[in-house]
């Protein structure tokens, strides 16, 4: 056991440095200064591998939440950071661990997505560093199975408030029972602040069954309006009656019920507007309401609460009443307004179901009218975090209302815009399983909710499922929209982005040519959207080969989109500067190639952040750059910092992270690192038939990668057969005329040379050049390495006249690289082999 280092009422004097969103402690609370001990002590036990987390369980109403804040608040100076994590929706865990991502020296969430940059949260607390004394605390986590995957098990201490007892399979539970008779009478005189005789209290507590809550409203209301012990057990009596005769609340203690009829009751005399305001907290989440959704909520058309929502004083006041009656938590500094999940489900269970609909219509409405309209805005992301939380508890999806079901859309969009993919595909799938049931599958809303699964399952990298969303989407969007309509051109790019993902890279440029067209057609030219798929486009032509076109199209989208006035956004300008880049390095432009990476490299650091997604993309790019211009230590530095920062931020079987272990993996083989470039490919290549399949062109076009390695290390016959796979794969695939295809040919044909078949090299060398020429013309960077090497492979088979001619017409096309010092230059002019590898662009 862990000693304590102070006396449990001490105040302890040291802060944590990091101390988020605790809820203040209850300046009422008393007693259970033995459970704070034993909850010390079992929280931080220490196992034979790290400290165990601790679960408080008990009854709704018992003060389980309480305990867990007074233990922060006590305990505070035994931690170094301490973090409060509302739990009761799965949707709410990754974003409260998300915000402790700078406190932590981790990118934000705005640069990396919710659930990457929880998940480096959760590995960076188990390592330890830059703090070994951390407490977490997970309140009400009703269900294990949504939480336990965000639960760090590290150094520090997790604290778990939960009613659902199935937490007793999983880690230590501390049960938490109803007050003491001794601990309820210090609370009632405590929160009564004045004399109150001993037996009066006991008489109180024995009535309310020592509950906490239900002592908190006693007192609370005998406080406020100066009732004595005796008229309010007079009150609770009469209720209590009346209840057990109706057989209100089932499931819920009588001592809460009654105690919560008789503040109703009592303030719907003196304010029943306060009451109306409170039923409809109740149909809102447990979570805190922003206050401000009243406000931008007051044109809404919402009977009940129009009287209150049109006066701004009447809305305070009721505010105020509801605070002193202790039915309602309002935080001034937060601007929030918080109902008790108990009370909410009695203020609920005592209403008609018809009261019941209309009020929940009412919170639908509020929810849509408070929502700002573009969830792409960065700048308003933080008022749709507000209102996900009330999303589910709400039961929004059950409202047909238009304007509600498009707020619906809107939070998911704003939940994967911010990379919190997994939750966005959670309420998607409830949405669009709801309103196909409710309007069919058919309606314009389910479509619109299968247009952003689509981009979801992208995002989460899962393709294929994907592409069967889009596919679906698209063809019936094509039926009920029209092709021209907004909505289905939106979804044409969607499904062109899985095209490229499965690898059918041709469909996908005839695709986004048409899709151009239409945009250009429907919104013009220089429209953001048109823009983008015009950047699509520029994709396109890359990955089919037609480098010149894809340099044309990327410019074009660079110059216009820097010229737009608004709806393009920092990251997608980046991107598309990269692009440009990036087709520059492929047209054989090396220095041209870096010197826009660095200018993008350094707009992206400026204006986005090191970490950001589409700045460690243009990283990537710029390494490759580097290391294809002979800056070779500079190339390596820079794809072993940007692969970290990849992998420690998406994990290793992101598409992103895999490409960019592939550039280190080259970098590493251009300086001679070959055992170290040889397992980063060997453990990168078996990633890539899991995440985009096993013939697909990156799948098979790595492969050549590590046959290169394995050639280079001695194993030509492992080399050869990769090398064939892939050749022969990607022919298949994307046809002969591709730049894949030729590129692993160039590396087959070094693996023939290897093993002395120098007329079989030689063949595949002519057949090979002549299609790099036809393709990409004779001073291409891939032409001329296949002239120099089959200049060796014409040597060794005796072809000495045609290997001269050779040889003076690549070295005459190499003199300007020659001079600049270009690597593939040097091998030519030192009659040493060039080896061809691949870099797998974005999709």
């Given at each position: ?194 004399e109150v005789p001993d037996d009066d209290a006991s008489r109180l507590a024995e009535q309310l069954g020592d509950l906490p809550l239900a002592l908190e409203q006693a007192g609370a209301l005998q406080y406020e309006t100066g009732m004595s012990v005796d008229e309010y057990l007079e009150q609770l009596d009469e209720q209590a009656s009346r209840l057990l005769g109706a057989n209100r609340a089932p499931g819920y203690p009588l ?501 002395g078949e120098a007329a079989r090299a030689c063949a595949l060398g002519r057949e090979t050049l002549a299609r790099l020429r036809a393709l990409f013309g004779e001073n291409h960077f891939l032409s001329l390495a296949c002239a120099g090497n089959l200049v060796l492979d014409l040597r060794a088979a005796g072809e000495r006249r045609e290997a001269e001619i050779l040889h003076e017409d690549t070295m005459r096309r190499y003199e ?28």
């Amino acid at each position: 056991m862990v000693e304590l280092s102070h006396a449990a009422n001490t105040v302890p004097e040291r802060q944590p440095e990091v101390w988020e969103k605790v809820p203040p402690r209850n300046r009422n609370f008393t007693g259970r200064d033995d459970m704070l001990v034993k909850l010390r002590q079992g929280i931080s036990t220490v196992t034979a591998v790290v400290p165990q987390p601790q679960a408080l369980q008990g009854w709704g109403g018992v003060g389980k939440t309480h305990l867990a804040i007074e233990y922060a608040h006590r305990y505070r100076s035994h931690y170094d950071l301490v973090w409060w994590i509302p739990s009761d929706q799965r949707v709410l865990v990754p974003s409260a661990l998300a915000a402790m991502a700078p406190h932590l020296g981790l990118p934000p969430a705005s640069a990396t997505g919710v659930e990457e940059a929880a998940e480096a949260v959760r590995r960076t607390l188990q390592s330890g560093v830059p703090y070994r004394r951390w407490l977490l605390i997970f309140d009400n986590a009703e269900e294990p199975g949504q939480v336990q995957e965000f639960i760090p098990r590290g150094p520090g201490h997790v604290l778990i408030t939960s009613r659902n007892p199935k937490w007793e399979d999983h880690f230590e539970t501390l049960q938490v029972d109803v007050f003491t008779r001794e601990e309820s009478v210090a609370f009632l005189k405590k929160r009564l602040r004045r004399e109150v005789p001993d037996d009066d209290a006991s008489r109180l507590a024995e009535q309310l069954g020592d509950l906490p809550l239900a002592l908190e409203q006693a007192g609370a209301l005998q406080y406020e309006t100066g009732m004595s012990v005796d008229e309010y057990l007079e009150q609770l009596d009469e209720q209590a009656s009346r209840l057990l005769g109706a057989n209100r609340a089932p499931g819920y203690p009588l001592s809460m019920t009654a105690a919560w009829k008789v503040s109703v009751s009592l303030l719907e005399d003196r304010l029943p507007e306060a009451i109306t305001l409170l039923r409809c907290c109740a149909f809102f989440g447990p979570e805190p309401i922003p206050r401000d959704v009243f406000r931008r909520g007051n044109k809404a058309v919402v009977p009940r609460l129009g009287k209150i929502l049109s006066d701004p004083i009447l809305l305070a006041t009721a505010l105020s009443e509801l605070r002193r009656f202790a039915l309602a938590r309002i935080e001034p500094a937060t601007r929030t307004i918080q109902v008790h999940r108990l009370i909410q489900a009695l203020l609920r269970d005592d209403l008609p179901e018809e009261d019941q609909a209309e009020i929940r219509h009412e919170v639908h409405v509020l929810l849509a009218g408070s929502a700002p309209n573009d969830p792409d805005e960065s700048a308003r992301w933080r008022r749709f975090e507000e209102l996900v939380a009330h999303v589910t508890p709400s039961g929004l999806e059950e409202c047909a209302d238009p304007t509600v079901r498009q707020f619906a859309l809107n939070v998911t969009r704003y939940l994967y815009i911010s990379g919190n993919y997994q939750s966005a595909r959670a309420f998607l799938e409830s949405f669009a399983k709801r309103w196909t049931e409710v309007s069919g599958a058919r309606h314009p809303d389910v479509l619109v909710a299968h247009k952003h699964l689509g981009n979801v399952l992208r995002g989460l990298g899962q393709y294929s499922a994907a592409y069967e969303t889009d596919h679906r989407t698209l063809d019936a969007m094509r039926e009920v929209f029209g092709p021209g309509h907004d909505e289905t051109l939106l979804t044409t790019n969607g499904y062109g982005a899985s095209l490229r993902a499965r690898g059918d890279f041709i469909a996908a440029r005839r695709l986004d040519e048409e899709s151009r067209a239409a945009h250009a057609a429907s919104r013009g030219a220089d429209h953001p959207s048109t823009l983008r798929v015009l950047n699509n486009l520029a994709l396109d032509y890359a990955l089919t080969s037609d480098y010149t076109q894809a340099r044309r199209l990327h410019q074009e989208t660079y110059l216009e989109m820097s010229d737009a006035v608004g709806g393009i956004g920092r990251s997608i300008l980046l991107l598309s500067w990269n692009g440009l880049a990036r087709a520059v390095r492929l047209c054989g432009d090396y220095t041209e190639a870096c010197d826009l990476g660095e200018e993008a490299y350094a707009y992206g650091v400026q204006e986005l952040t090191l970490d950001h997604h589409a700045t460690l993309l243009t990283a990537k790019d710029l390494s490759i750059a580097k290391r294809r211009s002979g800056e070779v230590a500079e190339a390596l530095d820079l794809a072993r910092d940007t692969h970290t920062r990849l992998q420690r931020l998406f994990g290793d079987e992101h598409p992103d992270t895999m490409a960019a272990a592939i550039n280190l993996s080259n970098a590493l083989r251009t300086v001679g690192d070959l055992d170290e470039a040889f397992a980063t490919a060997d453990r990168t290549v078996a990633l890539y038939p899991r995440v985009f399949g096993e013939e697909h062109p990156y799948s098979l076009a790595c492969g050549g990668n590590l046959a290169i390695l394995h050639r280079l290390r001695g194993d030509v016959a492992t080399a050869r057969r990769l090398n064939e796979r892939a050749v022969k794969g990607l022919v298949a695939k994307v046809g002969q005329e591709h730049h894949y295809p030729l590129t692993c040919a160039v590396s087959l044909q070094a693996d023939l040379a290897a093993m002395g078949e120098a007329a079989r090299a030689c063949a595949l060398g002519r057949e090979t050049l002549a299609r790099l020429r036809a393709l990409f013309g004779e001073n291409h960077f891939l032409s001329l390495a296949c002239a120099g090497n089959l200049v060796l492979d014409l040597r060794a088979a005796g072809e000495r006249r045609e290997a001269e001619i050779l040889h003076e017409d690549t070295m005459r096309r190499y003199e300007r690289p020659l001079e600049a010092g270009h690597p593939d230059a040097l091998l030519a002019s030192e009659g040493r082999r060039i080896d061809c590898d691949f870099d797998p662009p974005p999709i």
